[in-house]
């Protein structure tokens, strides 16, 4: 039986049930017509379309602390009440903007895992997205690989490739595609594999993304130290990930573990095993046979 890590829950049962399965959920009209208004005015006096290329505009680094700040305020309190409508209890990170500009060269966001932000042997984080815009296809759909976050579940540094960029093409296959409208959000464990295609519209791509905790969760900052090849994990608060300062972070906070940083070595076999021993939790409900070379799903 897998362990239950401690994390916020949802209100709804079925909700609880697929987040638990699947590493993500969606909640449809989570906001309505007029907070996404209120939340595209903050965009709209904030955003500044940038003079170089860049595959996303994040306001939690594209801005100066006292901005990123004072935008992380204002979308909070037009989130709290709609997240209180679907999580029993929980804790917020910080909230930002996450934008697509309007550039049409732009490129996909290859599918990853977020960097860990908690003890992950005892806690889950999760991420908040909301897209303020219709997510279209020329706007580059969101897409998720179902239950990925119980297979790669090594922690991350910040700062730190993703170690299974050899796999993409693999990955690739078990991508689900999300339609979500102006309003809808996602909500995901930061160790579910997730993606984006790029954002051919011609118009900025906003969303709006918040981390999200059980409280008593306490949050880390994970530092890789590249001449030992080792992880150092400090504990820290919520405002040092707006402060932008992700420099050796030895004697200012207090060290929580220590390990050497060796990702495991993992293959295409032991993503379609992975498949294998969950297949009637997935096969029908994605259809992966109609995506999925026969040989990595030789036992289909």
């Known amino acids: 039986m897998d362990k239950k890590l401690i994390r916020i829950r ?19 009209d989570f906001a309505d017509a007029e907070t996404v208004a209120k939340m595209l005015s903050i965009f709209h006096a904030h955003y500044e379309p940038p003079a170089e290329k ?74 908040f997205w909301m897209p303020l815009v219709d997510i279209t296809s020329d ?37 689900v595609n999300l339609n979500l409208k102006a309003g809808d959000a996602a909500i995901f464990s930061g160790k579910t594999l997730h993606g984006s295609f790029a954002n051919q519209s011609g118009e900025a791509r906003p969303v709006v993304c918040c981390g999200l905790v059980n409280p008593a969760t306490e949050l880390l900052y994970y530092y890789y130290d590249r001449d030992r090849n080792n992880v150092d994990a400090y504990g820290v608060m919520p405002e040092f990930f707006l402060q932008g300062d992700f420099s050796d972070p030895a004697d200012k906070y207090p060290l929580k573990m220590s390990f050497p940083y060796q990702p495991p070595r993992l293959t295409p076999r032991d993503v379609s095993d992975f498949y294998k021993k969950n297949w009637s939790l997935y096969k029908d409900k994605y259809g992966f046979l109609d995506r999925i070379k026969k040989k990595y799903l030789s036992f289909v």
């Not at 309190?77 to 732009?106: D, N, V, W």
């Not at 693999?170 to 991508?175: I, S, V």
């Open 10 to 28: 949802f209100k709804d049962a079925v909700k609880e049930q697929q987040f638990e399965q699947d590493g993500y959920i969606v909640l449809k």
């Open 54 to 127: 860049m595959v996303c505009w994040n306001s939690a680094v594209n801005v100066d602390d006292t901005e990123k700040k004072h935008i992380s305020s204002e979308l909070l309190a037009l989130l709290t009440p709609c997240l209180q409508r679907h999580i029993i209890a929980y804790r917020e990170h910080f909230a930002y903007f996450l934008t697509k500009p309007a550039e049409k060269t732009a490129t996909n966001l290859a599918i990853h895992r977020d960097a860990s932000a908690v003890d992950e042997s005892e806690h889950e984080y999760l991420i």
């Open 139 to 175: 706007r580059g759909y969101l897409y998720f690989m179902p239950g990925s976050n119980k297979l790669f579940d090594y922690q991350l540094p910040i700062g730190v490739d993703w170690p299974y960029k050899y796999l993409n093409d693999d990955l690739q296959k078990y991508a």
